[in-house]
């Protein structure tokens, strides 16, 4: 099933685990969510409510939308990743990679931003699709990714809800990183080095002003 492969190929690639199942939280029927949120239009959205201020636990849901999930059946990103299915797959990718992100935090009891929330993300996108079409072509760098993800990707205001500045700011830092990131991987000629994932791994756990700290001393 694509979640469950997309946690896995998320959590491989940061030596990430939780003991849950994205599956587990899945809905795909706005009826079901909160009435706060059925009116939005997003087809990706996790939704987080702390039945108190002062509580330990909060209920967590990842909603996606059933005809997204249809078409990433009919063509399947993990059997080969292309320009007619990658915006879905990358939809679909940060649902899973918010959803894998919060829970990790909250099983280490750290509080996560939705500017920190949002960076990984986009990080993700970058790192997943990356590992993924290295798998399907072994023999080629894709070197259109970073621009298709940072370049050619916009801001929809109406899915945005005032927080266009956020994300603006999250893509910025992630494309940064993403940037420096892929300069490694061409000098490692492609490959799945140690250094690499180490980079990864280390910047996965770092705290969201560390996170920040550390791209703009490498940039």
């Known amino acids: ?8 190929l998320i959590g491989s690639i940061y030596d990430v685990s939780i003991a849950h199942d994205v599956y587990d939280f899945l809905v795909t029927d706005r009826g079901h969510l909160p009435a706060s949120v059925r009116g939005r239009q997003s087809e990706e959205d996790l939704i987080v409510e702390q039945p108190a201020p002062a509580a330990d636990e909060a209920a967590v849901s990842l909603y996606l939308d059933p005809s997204l999930l249809d078409r990433l059946r009919r063509e399947d990103p993990m059997v080969r990743l292309h320009e007619g299915n990658v915006a879905d797959y990358w939809t679909a990718l940060e ?24 960076m990984q993300a986009e990080v993700d996108k970058y790192v997943a699709s990356y590992w993924l079409l290295r798998r399907q072509l072994p023999g080629r760098f894709p070197a259109e990714l970073r621009r298709l993800l940072f370049e ?3 801001i929809d205001p109406r899915l945005a809800e005032g927080r266009e500045a956020l994300y603006r700011e999250a893509s910025r830092y992630a494309e940064k990183f993403c940037r420096r990131l892929e300069q490694s991987l061409r000098r490692a000629g492609g490959g799945t080095e140690g250094e690499v994932l180490a980079e990864l791994r280390r910047f996965y756990r770092l705290t969201n002003a560390r996170k920040l700290a550390h791209i703009e001393r490498s940039a």
Do not use: C, K
Request: aromatic share 8%; charged share 15%; glycine share 6%.
């Open 152 to 154: 050619r990707t916009r």
């Open 1 to 8: 099933m694509i979640l469950t492969q997309l946690q896995q």
């Open 95 to 118: 649902g899973v990679s918010h959803f894998l992100y919060l829970a990790w935090n909250a099983g280490h009891d750290r509080p996560v931003s939705i500017l920190e929330l949002e």
